[in-house]
């Protein structure tokens, strides 16, 4: 018999661990996928979490994290996860999924949202949901076992542009939190060129904090000055880059190009 559990942001917490235990016996690959999020946008951003929770046979079958967001220019909305690129349900089947999505769409109702956002990677059906986005792309990368394969399979043009980079004699950090202020720097900057709100450092320091040992920065340095950045969040087998930047004018010594050499071999 299957039954879901709508969990509100004062049991969160509690079932926490229970979600953690379910995610890791399934060998999820991706950092995106962890119930910890609903912590780290609570912190980071001020959201609050909700957790749905489906059950078969009194054991957990499927999650659906969602955050509540509200805005005085935008509304208020129902969406899993906001920043991540990859959320919605993990479920054990379909029956599972829709029974979710059952509550899902109740939750939403009942916070008088203007829309729930359930940010999936393929379709899941469902007789509510009536519009699909569908021009976000994913470039993912399957990784050798040595830097040096990865090398190889890159194009002439593409390593003529890392060596470029490495020409400048650029230095490279790594580091969580002492590393925030570079990052920050020139995110922020890449962000204020092309016209895009920016995330404050809260979020990050969040990401840090509750994923400590599995999220970390990089830093690209032209003497003492950061020159490009980005965050890295390292899963099962699988390392994802949700914020990165450069700085415009630093383009013609493909910094951006070198970063994400250091950033490959990293991952490797």
């Known amino acids: 018999m299957r039954q879901v559990r709508i969990c509100d942001p004062s049991e969160v917490l509690q079932r926490l661990p229970v979600w953690e235990a379910w995610c890791e016996s399934r060998l999820i ?13 609570r912190d980071g951003l001020k959201h609050t ?18 955050e509540f967001v509200a805005s005085r220019l935008f509304g208020r909305f129902l969406v899993g996860l ?12 379909p029956e599972a999924a829709t029974a ?34 569908s021009s976000k792309v994913h470039m993912r990368l399957a990784l050798p076992d040595h830097h040096d394969g990865l090398w190889k399979s890159f194009k002439p043009g593409v390593r003529n542009q890392i060596r470029k980079g490495e020409k400048q004699e650029f230095t490279v950090l790594w580091g969580a939190e002492e590393r925030l202020e570079d ?21 990050f320091r969040a990401i840090l904090r509750h994923f400590a040992g599995s999220a970390e920065f990089c830093v690209v340095r032209a003497g003492r000055r950061p020159v490009a950045a980005a ?7 699988v390392t994802e880059v949700p914020s990165a930047s450069s700085l415009r004018e630093v383009n013609s010594t493909n910094a951006n190009m ?11």
């Not at 690959?29 to 946008?41: G, I, K, N």
């Not at 990052?183 to 979020?203: C, E, H, K």
């Not at 965050?231 to 087998?237: A, I, T």
């Open 49 to 66: 979490p909700y957790c749905l929770e489906v059950e078969a046979d009194g054991r957990t079958a499927g999650l659906l994290p969602l």
């Open 29 to 41: 690959d991706s950092l995106s996928r962890h119930p910890r999020w609903l912590l780290v946008l």
């Open 82 to 93: 906001p920043y991540l690129n990859v959320g919605g349900v993990t479920t054990d089947g």
């Open 231 to 237: 965050l890295l969040c390292h899963g099962r087998g």
């Open 258 to 268: 070198y970063l994400y050499w250091q950033l490959l071999q990293r991952a490797v």
């Open 183 to 203: 990052f920050y720097a020139v995110f922020s900057q890449n962000m204020r060129d092309l016209g895009t709100p920016v995330f404050g450092r809260r979020l």
């Open 100 to 133: 979710l999505l059952d509550s899902a769409v109740q939750l939403a109702d009942e916070l008088d949202v203007r829309h729930l956002e359930l940010r999936h990677e393929a379709e899941v059906p469902h007789r509510t949901l009536n519009k699909t986005l």
